[in-house]
């Protein structure tokens, strides 16, 4: 009988250790510059509604793409190749400091997001494809929790730029080519030292592989709208931070984004391992947690808005994480790059409603026992969902 021993994986500690490096990177860039993003635009002359549009709207697009780019990937099977397009073009977060024109700024925020739509299926579906034998919830854990570390340190770069240099934008995005040059040679390495097992392992999988077909698109559907669910009745980061400029000063606001990414990358990490012991029952923990943040809406003190954030970073780690390391119990190698695609789609449409609805509920002041009770069903209907896809 033929060996179907798949291919090994040279050092599965360090491929996971370089993904997790690369991400790093591309969040010191990314998230550096979220961080001054809207201010440097308003500068330019742009107004809130204006910025907010073209904010909005490129975060559509970007989660538009990861739909097509995921299809694209599974037919064609250029997974480095889009991954090494969708890194590349973090390019244009740098070059907003070169470039001090609206026109082009704008270009070049969406360009960005398009770069994440592009890449994010291929490199989840390389990355968990790469490591399963040490355990995908660990693995997406330990890689969240290196991507949230670039995502506190971002700011901070920027930050300390903007302190030094009397608010000299142009410097600030500028300072971000160094960790694009780190992203681009730690994505060089892990390329050599990985593409060619990935390959092999791509092609000896078959559709009957582990008892299962290809894609189980029901159990797939199910999970989707379990989490799609849960995200839309989850009280979002934007409007914690909204409530909390009435709660506490605003130079302290950032620091709460700050409690909340910290947060976050110690709970990805956490999550990872227990999920790889635990399995569902871990996100359905996750899920009965999101009930909790939207005591804010009635409780506006110092203690609830730490209270949310901490729990709030809790769940957002483990969406990070987890959320996406249970896409490979129902999709080989081979269709992870479309279960990716349409995943993403699905959480980027909660997110929208998120914000819509419960912006919606805090303009008219709806009563909290509403707000509350709508939240406490749906996360229930989640959390039914979320088993029954075990089942299906």
Do not use: C
């Not at 709207?57 to 995921?70: C, H, K, N």
């Not at 398009?114 to 490591?131: E, H, N, V, W, Y």
């Not at 709970?267 to 227990?274: H, K, V």
């Amino acid at each position: 009988m033929a060996d179907k021993t798949l291919p090994r994986i040279p050092s599965p500690g360090l491929v996971i250790l370089l993904f997790g490096l690369v991400s790093f990177a591309g969040d010191i860039i990314y998230e550096g510059g979220r961080a001054i993003i809207p201010s440097y635009l308003k500068l330019l002359g742009l107004s809130a509604i204006s910025v907010g549009a073209i904010l909005g709207g490129a975060e559509a697009v970007g989660y538009a793409m990861r739909l097509v780019a995921g299809s694209l990937v599974d037919r064609t099977k250029f997974y480095w190749f889009f991954i090494f397009i969708g890194y590349g073009l973090l390019v244009s977060i740098p070059l907003l400091g070169i470039f001090p024109s609206i026109g082009v700024a704008v270009l070049l925020v969406i360009v960005e997001r398009i770069a994440k739509g592009i890449r994010a299926p291929s490199r989840d579906a390389a990355f968990s494809t790469l490591t399963e034998g040490v355990g995908v919830g660990k693995a997406f854990g330990v890689h969240e929790f290196m991507d949230q570390l670039g995502a506190v340190t971002g700011p901070l770069v920027v930050a300390l730029v903007l302190y030094k240099t009397d608010d000299a934008y142009d410097v600030a995005f500028l300072a971000l080519f160094a960790p694009y040059i780190l992203l681009v040679l730690v994505l060089g390495i892990l390329y050599s030292i990985t593409h060619q097992a990935f390959e092999e392992r791509l092609s000896q999988e078959s559709p009957s592989n582990n008892g299962k077909t290809s894609f189980e698109k029901r159990k797939f559907a199910y999970y989707s709208l379990a989490v799609f669910l849960n995200t839309t009745f989850l009280f979002p980061m934007g409007l914690i931070l909204y409530v909390s400029t009435g709660i506490v000063d605003s130079w302290l606001v950032p620091l709460v984004a700050l409690l909340i990414q910290l947060v976050d990358a110690f709970a990805a990490l956490f999550a990872g391992f227990m999920y790889d012991r635990l399995g569902v029952h871990v996100l359905s923990v996750v899920f009965l947690l999101s009930i909790f943040p939207s005591l804010l809406v009635s409780n506006k003190s110092m203690t609830a808005l730490i209270g949310v954030a901490i729990v709030f970073g809790v769940v957002y780690g483990a969406q990070e994480s987890v959320y996406r390391a249970r896409i490979t119990q129902f999709a080989e190698a081979r269709k992870r790059g479309t279960a990716y695609g349409i995943f993403n789609v699905i959480y980027g449409l909660s997110l929208l409603l998120a914000g819509t609805l419960f912006g919606y509920l805090l303009d008219h002041e709806v009563s909290f026992v509403t707000i509350f009770f709508l939240v406490i069903v749906f996360q229930l209907t989640a959390v039914f969902l979320l088993y029954w896809s075990e089942t299906k």
